[in-house]
């Protein structure tokens, strides 16, 4: 892997993981016009650069996070659904993942539902994050397993689930990217003692890359994240709805065209 190669994939990494538009799409597209190949490292990278973004999220919200326990306690009880299904189901998961023409799809049917969605829960009643109850947590925490079919992005599925429970589009987005600490931070645990447990070292040079691409990730995610609330408080999920539309339909067009797209 290339320092360019890997400020690209740290760029996509960073715009696209707290936004509804399925970063896996978009890592296809980028890794298969770069001409890539799924090597441990590219894989593992693709993964472990996700704990800039989360920096991010602890940086823009570094209040929210000593202002009361039993907000942790709720991300707990919402994490939980999708890590139970994720390990019961990891051979699953990693089948669909050997299809992009799967993510393709569920980019194009994600994108039609975010097309509707401010229409059917357009009455609100929780404006805080801070304000959801356990019962709630739970409830956007199953709605986050949706995520686990590849393309259907998990900042989609918990963004949605928070709105079925009333809260508002800011609220709901603002619970997603809290969420998305656990996750992240789990899902990078195990690709790295994955890595290890196969017998795979880094170099010198291979450290210096994950390093620099989560310095990327992490500044481009702090403008993605202030850019995505503004625009969702302002107009809504249906510019992103059409936007996953247009990805889906790209990843379908390159694949008739014969490039060899290779999912991460």
């Avoid at 019962?135 to 079925?164: D, E, H, N, W």
Wanted: charged share 15%; aromatic share 14%; net charge positive.
């Amino acid at each position: 892997m290339t320092y360019f190669e890997a400020i690209v994939l740290a760029i996509i990494e960073g715009l696209t993981e707290f936004l509804p538009v399925s970063s896996t799409g978009h890592m296809i597209i980028g890794s298969a016009l770069m001409g890539m190949e799924p090597t441990p490292f590219f894989k593992l990278f693709t993964i472990v650069i996700q704990l800039g973004t989360i920096l991010s999220v602890l940086v823009l919200y570094f209040k929210r996070f000593f202002k009361s326990f039993d907000f942790y306690f709720k991300l707990i009880v919402a994490a939980i659904p999708a890590s139970i299904l994720g390990l019961l189901l990891n051979d699953f998961i990693d089948s669909l993942l050997e299809s992009p023409l799967n993510v393709a799809i569920m980019l194009v049917v994600g994108g039609v539902i975010l097309l509707f969605v401010d229409k059917w829960f357009n009455k609100p009643t929780v404006e805080s994050s801070d304000d959801i109850t356990y019962k709630q947590a739970f409830t956007i925490g199953l709605y986050q397993c949706l995520a686990l079919i590849p393309g259907t992005s998990r900042s989609a599925s918990t963004i949605v689930g928070g709105m079925t429970q009333k809260l508002t589009r800011k609220a709901a987005a603002e619970f997603s990217f809290f969420l998305a600490l656990p996750m992240m931070f789990g899902a990078s645990v195990v690709k790295l003692y994955k890595f290890f447990k196969e017998g795979h070292t880094f170099s010198g040079e291979e450290v210096n890359l994950l390093i620099f691409g989560n310095i990327i990730g992490f500044i481009v995610a702090i403008i993605a994240i202030k850019t995505f609330i503004n625009i969702l408080t302002k107009y809504g999920f249906k510019a992103f709805g059409w936007y996953r539309i247009v990805v889906g339909l790209v990843i379908i067009g390159l694949m008739l065209s014969g490039h060899s797209l290779q999912i991460i």
